[in-house]
């Protein structure tokens, strides 16, 4: 095992330091890393066949969970949150949506959540520039799905199992109503 492997980094969904090589830990593309469960939770809409009802409720549960993750040690103020998520979502944002926005502030651009006084209203000025970062990885990881399954014709590989996951970056929840 090297160094590198047992690199502390984030989950991906609930922010927590995780080991690379960790126990039930994925690997989703070049630099991010989650929880299989976590994985599996964001994920759950798509792997069972919810209900909208259903699917409101999980998401919204997987977003409360990650910002109470993300704000620990502060005091989340939940009144806030909850009329901004109101707000966001009247405003045409999915909970997915604005779950990714968190990520991608929190986990790319790496902002300093101290600042944002204990609420989110922040999503509303990078929902966009989330879903445009998401939309790049995605087509970018279409591109590389697309020639591996060129290559692996070629070749005469039928099964391009490795690179599945890859797919999960994926841009449709970002969208009001779908998925
Ligand atoms: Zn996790």
Known sequence: ????????????????????????IIQISN?????KKCYDKFHAHRIRNLSEEEKRETDMNTLRQYIHEAFKGMNPNWPVIGREIKQFQQMGFSLSGIHKTLIYLFEVKQIDRFRLGGHINVVARY????????????????????NYKQESEQI???EPQPIRNIKMLDIDSFEKGDN
């Open 31 to 35: 630099s991010r890393w989650c929880h």
């Open 127 to 146: 929902y966009q520039e989330a879903k445009s970062y998401y939309q790049k990885i995605y087509v970018n990881n279409k591109n590389a799905l697309d």
């Open 1 to 24: 095992m090297t160094t590198s492997e047992n690199q502390l980094v984030h989950c991906v969904y609930c922010g927590k330091g995780i080991k690379k090589s960790g126990e039930g």
């Open 156 to 158: 005469k590989i039928l």
